[in-house]
């Protein structure tokens, strides 16, 4: 089945220590989402890549930065992370054909925890 | 500035009983609207959408949505709620490839 698969579901760091988490795709979508959810709260968009252009959100930190090698793979990269940034992070995608391009698939979410 | 509401925070009901959960959206041209659902620690499972056509849309697990122009709304039912419904529920608007959420609906079910 086509899916949106996060690596790894579950991922502790130190404070301070840098962390990659990992988003790949089989549904050849162009466009890929970095989303955080808090406890309790709706998805906070981070960033998006429709092909290779990047989209930052205007109040997302400058800790927070992504990379996307090809169409399958996206990558979050937390250069430092606070106990702040401990969320779940949400990857999606969708294909900007008409309206579908509205509707984004999710994967399961990282969970990350900041000690 | 669109924006998307869902009023009630925490429902609970009974098991069997029915459902309806509450989502209204401020936006200017015709929506494109969605329920999601998140069971604990999973991600976003799209239920239903509404982009044009029919007002009544038909979604997985027996859910079904209405929407009503004039009311701006877009309210989530199922007739019989099971146990297994218990999760986060979220409304959300698109709008050039970006979703706007709203607040998110927590259904408890009894037994």
């Known amino acids: 089945d086509a899916m949106v698969i996060q690596n790894p579901r579950y991922q502790v760091t130190q404070f301070g220590k840098p962390v990659t988490l990992s988003c790949s795709q089989t549904?050849?979508?162009?466009?890929m989402y970095w989303y955080q959810q808090k406890s309790s709260q709706a998805p906070k968009l981070l960033f998006h890549?429709?092909?290779?252009?990047?989209?930052n959100e205007a109040d997302t930190p400058d800790n927070f930065q992504s990379r996307r090698p090809n169409t399958s793979f996206c990558f979050l990269d937390i250069r430092s992370p606070g106990l702040g940034d401990a969320a779940m992070y949400l990857c999606?995608?969708?294909?900007?054909?008409?309206?579908?391009?509205?509707?984004?698939?999710f994967g399961p979410g990282t969970r990350l925890t900041v000690l | 500035a669109q924006s998307v509401t869902q009023p009630d925070i925490h429902i609970t009901v009974s098991e069997g009983a029915s459902l309806e959960l509450r989502c209204n959206y401020s936006?200017?041209?015709?929506?494109?609207l969605f329920w999601y659902v998140q069971s604990p620690g999973q991600g976003l499972q799209l239920l239903l959408k509404?982009?044009?056509?029919?007002?009544l849309v038909q979604g997985i697990k027996g859910f079904e949505a209405e929407f009503k122009r004039s009311q701006s709304s877009f309210n989530l039912r199922k007739p019989s709620v099971h146990w297994s419904d218990a999760a986060e529920y979220f409304c959300?608007?698109?709008?050039?490839?970006?979703?706007?959420f709203g607040q998110g609906t927590e259904l408890s079910v009894k037994p």
């Open positions: 936006y200017g041209a015709t929506p494109y």
């Open positions: 890549y429709y092909d290779k252009d990047f989209n």
């Open positions: 509404y982009f044009s056509g029919d007002t």
């Open positions: 959300a608007v698109g709008q050039g490839g970006k979703l706007i």
């Open positions: 549904l050849n979508h162009n466009v």
């Open positions: 999606a995608t969708s294909r900007p054909q008409g309206a579908s391009y509205n509707e984004q698939f």
